[in-house]
């Protein structure tokens, strides 16, 4: 079972800052120096102006490209792809989504410092975050535990301080018989879930520390969420998961209709 969510990373970040960088600075350098030099000699030699070396050449020309990029990846929204099967029937692999970036605060685009507090995740919200095992690695579930909340899940039942979701069977999934879709509704929360009958429970009972959150995936019995490593530092969130852009069938190699334009619930 794999429950890496993978996507460009934060190393793509890295090198996305540092194109930034290189690119501003070759952008800078010709515009208040390099371009004037070029001018005077022309008026000279009768060279052309406009022609610079191919290294000034192409930082001046992708310089605002980047940093568009840059900043719409880094303050706004940030595509992801599903790989793995973890928060099935939410989400399913192939699906390629967008992440509110500003969700919960304007961060840093490298580290883990926030420039704007903004609000706070809610119980039900569908996150991004970096893998706190790993924080190169990012990860998607969603927010079952606030700082301060007693989750407790015994046989395959939620409950968050003392309250118990309940379970509303919908029937198999996906046509497989040992896999059922259930719509779990906690307070105002309600989304879907999928258990496995074949699978052994892991009861447990857990208080979030402050500044924490607890994480679990629908797909309860083939996640790797909170319940095996841990709890989410706030300062590890990266956004909320909003909208299914567009769904890849791999093995059809072609796109699923039916799963573009769905919001993220």
């Known amino acids: 079972m794999s429950n890496f ?73 940030e595509p992801f792809r599903i790989p793995s099967g973890s928060m099935i029937p939410t989400l399913r692999v192939g699906d390629f989504i967008l992440v509110n970036r500003f969700a919960y605060g ?18 039900g919200d569908v996150v991004v975050f970096r893998y706190p095992v790993d924080p190169k690695m990012d990860f998607i579930k969603r927010v079952i535990g606030l700082p301060g909340d007693t989750v407790r899940y015994v046989n395959k039942q939620l409950t968050v301080n003392g309250e118990l979701a309940s379970q509303e069977a919908i029937g198999p999934f996906d046509g497989r018989p040992l896999d059922t879709e259930l719509q779990e509704t906690l307070g105002s929360v309600q989304h879907h879930i999928l ?30 969420d909170s319940r095996y490593w841990g709890t989410v530092p706030e300062a590890y969130l990266k956004g909320r998961a909003f909208f299914v852009w567009m769904s890849w069938d791999s093995e059809a190699m072609r796109p699923v209709w039916s799963r573009i334009g769905h919001a993220i619930q």
């Open 195 to 224: 258990t496995n009958s074949d699978r052994p429970v892991q009861d447990f009972e857990f208080t979030v520390p402050a500044g924490q959150y607890f994480m679990m995936g629908d797909n309860r019995d083939g996640s790797s």
């Open 106 to 123: 304007l961060r840093c685009p490298i580290g883990d410092c926030k420039l704007l507090a903004l609000a706070e995740p809610k119980r």
């Open 5 to 77: 969510f993978t996507h460009l990373g934060t190393d793509f970040a890295s090198i996305l800052f540092v194109l930034t960088l290189v690119s501003g600075v070759l952008w800078t350098l010709d515009r208040f120096w390099l371009e004037k030099r070029r001018k005077a000699a022309a008026a000279t030699t009768g060279a052309d102006p406009e022609k610079a070396s191919w290294l000034v050449d192409l930082g001046r020309q992708f310089f605002p490209v980047i940093v568009a990029v840059f900043l719409l990846r880094s303050f706004l929204v």
